[in-house]
């Protein structure tokens, strides 16, 4: 599975927008982009999933690049809930069934 | 039950102690996986069930770990002679279809502390 590349922290304002990016220039083209976040001491949580077209659910929305080598996450109006390690992760629907997580994005909302 | 649960929820086991984690997935779902966490890491892949079969135990560090699933539901990682580079959290995930098309349920994981 393709590798991606996340910046280690993030703050944002409650009730503003939150956009994590992701790099993955190396995706291929069966390959799926992954969302899941940690909230502490708790497990992996799915959010979103896409492969190239832009994804919207209850949780989030997905954005992703026509070259499909980047992707932002975007949470429309950030709670203090929303505080958690989020995961960027790429992988084909064959084959390989594991997730590959790398250290994620700490994403702190403040008050 | 409505998501995957995992016991104990803690567990501190002396040096060369062996322990048993327990995974209960959600009823029906075909795919179970065990990751393993260190503190500040995401977690790694130990092993993989395909109902009854572990069809990938790529990830497991050492002879040390084993798992099974013999009826293709409850799951069962055992960690012999345990060791302080053990100590970390053990997470369980399961999903319905067998590629994890619509992404993994995980519990809440075990954390072992080895002292």
């Known amino acids: 599975d393709a590798k991606t590349t996340q910046p280690p922290s993030m703050d944002c304002a409650e009730g503003r927008a939150a956009n994590l990016p992701c790099n993955h220039s190396?995706?291929?083209?069966?390959?799926?982009v992954y969302w899941y976040r940690q909230i502490h001491s708790q497990g992996p949580q799915y959010i979103i999933h896409g492969l190239k077209n832009n994804e919207t659910n209850e949780m989030a929305s997905l954005i992703i690049t026509e070259d499909r080598k980047s992707s932002t996450l975007i949470l429309p109006h950030a709670t203090l809930r929303d505080t958690a390690v989020y995961y960027c992760?790429?992988?084909?629907?064959?084959?390989?069934?594991?997730?590959?997580f790398g250290t994620g994005t700490r994403l702190t909302i403040i008050p | 039950g409505a998501g995957v649960s995992q016991s104990p929820r803690y567990k501190v086991a002396k040096r060369g102690q062996d322990v048993a984690l327990r995974c209960d997935p959600i009823?029906?779902?075909?795919?179970l996986f065990w990751y393993q966490q260190a503190l500040g890491q995401g977690p790694e892949f130990l092993t993989y069930f395909q109902n009854e079969a572990q069809l990938d135990k790529s990830g497991l560090p050492s002879d040390r770990f084993f798992a099974e699933r013999p009826e293709g539901s409850v799951s069962t990682l055992k960690i012999q002679r345990t060791q302080q580079e053990d100590s970390a959290v053990y997470l369980c995930?399961?999903?319905?279809?067998?590629?994890?098309?619509?992404?993994?349920?995980f519990g809440s994981g075990t954390r072992l502390t080895v002292v």
């Open positions: 190396t995706i291929s083209g069966n390959e799926y």
């Open positions: 995930a399961s999903s319905l279809a067998g590629t994890g098309v619509y992404g993994y349920t």
């Open positions: 992760i790429v992988r084909s629907h064959f084959g390989n069934e594991k997730l590959t």
């Open positions: 009823s029906g779902h075909v795919s």
